[in-house]
């Protein structure tokens, strides 16, 4: 299945981008996985540059800029890479797309021209953590900042789809963030997806806290798009804060040099503009969102995802898990 | 005033608390200053031993665990450590507390025993946080997780006396926090609170995100009681991830040592367990609630922390920069 990449979204876009799809190119993909959004010339030129083509490409100049606002910036801009990337996909001209602009945006012209997942109402972002302990996916970061609790639960379920086709984890564990461990703690919505999680049979381990996530106590962190956005930038804004305070009292010795390297290794799996973005899951097709600090490095993981997602075939798993629950889970 | 102490709340109460009196006694306390709310018996002997004592024990066995429904267990326990240290403030017998117990147990009985300010109505925890980049008080960090917009209102007014009054900053900025930087971003509770802070006479910067905690962009960082929260739980799991991944690696060599020193720096000042604890505002009284995990070394600078709230009269400077404000911000 093709992968249409939009070429103009992202801080370093199409510079980045298209250095990355020379990567991509030279490491696995063959020219013909791959459908190019954006200026046709001048992919083409710095393509030609790099030593590489690729045989598909949709012409656009038109981008959504990362502070315009989604919906309406869509209205506006009907030939925006972005919505051009969804078309390729709808039409099936692409079977998935990656994108490292706008979020927003991504998120609202992937949910109105794919449609969602038979039984899904929205969609959900997936961002890996890698820690030392493990793991642990946070979802949703960012796509439903006021998800109500059956949403909630369906991140349970898409979680679990996830993680099995991903990482191969049969059966993997799902927390619910939560300010506080016992049954009951939290505003309502928290309340009444916990027992729609507990009453299904997804292997649900119960409420979790902001701790947890570092603890290897879960595979999978479900929380609203609010909650699960602001933690991931406070650990990013956590993990730049402390790198560049260390590299700035870095000595030349080797031994301060390799305790910077261990710190690198602590949260280096972490640093989002490096490994390739995050899925949204939830919607009828597959889409990866990189960061909008992406460089070149990005690329080839994201478009490996993608594969690996359209391989696996993650959508289809999402169904059957979903409707393997109980009436009123499935249904709320 | 005099200060009570909530000998039985924590996960190391007694002992570390009552160490934590004796180096406060030894320190810049007179025993006059404290009222110790706990067994008389041992408190006695225990200080006897450290060679410190004080006059004023109140009485009691009882004491709210940490995992205990508070409300419940507030009506349940009539004579717990934390009902007798508020009503000693009720009373007059005390001008504010300090507890290491149960958050949930100290936040209701304050708000019930103590009630509001005039004007506030629900009491915010403010945390601080110390960056090589500046303070950064987050409030709420969990007493009110379902907040509406005027609460998030009040807190930016409680956080902006809290900044004059502690730290002598004459006009604090305040921030929202919320997952992206333009106004009109967010759920409508937050929309609406950046309504209300922007139509006001506070020093509102605006909508920041996660990351900004860590940048000097502001002073205060208001925000829900369960964002906060987890915030909170995520900085300090983030923080022992790599302070326990940092020291594993590290050799014997000086750069090595070194630099675990000024990762220790960098975040140093945030170990919760060591600062003295956060303030609850907006209940007329002053109450400093301390982490469950407080050794001794966080009893005396909470102790101060509660000494300079009542010197500096920080609950009047609320109500005053309140009523400050033009009607319909502060009637919200």
């Not at 490491?27 to 046709?40: A, I, K, M, W």
């Not at 945006?105 to 021209?113: D, E, N, Q, T, Y």
């Not at 890698?130 to 946070?138: C, H, I, M, R």
Request: hydrophobic share 40%; proline share 3%; charged share 20%.
């Amino acid at each position: 299945m093709r992968i249409a990449v939009d070429v103009l979204g992202g801080d370093y876009a199409p510079d980045e981008v298209l250095r990355g799809v020379a990567t991509a190119l030279r490491d696995d993909f063959t020219p013909e996985e791959l459908l190019l959004v954006g200026p046709e010339e001048e992919i083409q030129s710095r393509l030609k540059a790099e030593g590489v083509a690729v045989p598909n490409i949709l012409h656009t100049t038109e981008v959504i800029g990362s502070h315009e606002k989604p919906v309406e910036a869509l209205r506006k801009k009907r030939n925006s890479s972005i919505s051009l990337c969804v078309g390729a996909v709808k039409e099936g001209a692409a079977g998935g797309l990656i994108s490292f602009g706008n979020t927003g945006a991504a998120v609202a012209a992937s949910s109105i021209g794919l449609g969602m997942l038979p039984g899904i109402r929205r969609p959900g972002i997936a961002v890996v953590f890698e820690w030392a302990s493990g793991k642990v996916v946070l979802l949703d970061a960012g796509a439903n900042p006021e998800p109500k609790s059956s949403h909630l639960f369906h991140y349970g379920v898409m979680g679990t789809a996830y993680c099995r086709d991903m990482f191969g984890m049969e059966s993997p564990r799902i927390g619910l963030l939560n300010i506080g461990g016992e049954a009951g703690k939290g505003h309502s919505t928290v309340r009444e997806a916990h027992d729609l999680l507990e009453s299904s049979s997804l292997n649900f381990v119960g409420n979790l806290e902001g701790q947890d996530l570092f603890k290897g106590s879960t595979e999978v962190l479900v929380t609203d798009g609010f909650v699960g956005n602001m933690l991931l930038k406070v650990v990013e804004g956590f993990m730049e804060y402390l790198l560049h305070g260390m590299a700035d009292a870095v000595s030349d010795s080797d031994s301060s040099n390799s305790m910077l390297a261990t710190f690198k290794q602590l949260v280096g799996a972490t640093d989002f503009a490096e490994v390739g973005g995050a899925t949204l899951l939830g919607v009828n097709g597959v889409v990866l969102i990189g960061h909008g600090r992406s460089k070149a490095s990005a690329v080839a993981p994201a478009l490996r995802n993608v594969r690996k997602d359209l391989r696996t075939g993650v959508n289809a798993h999402i169904t059957e898990i979903l409707n393997a629950q109980e009436g009123s889970a499935a249904e709320a």
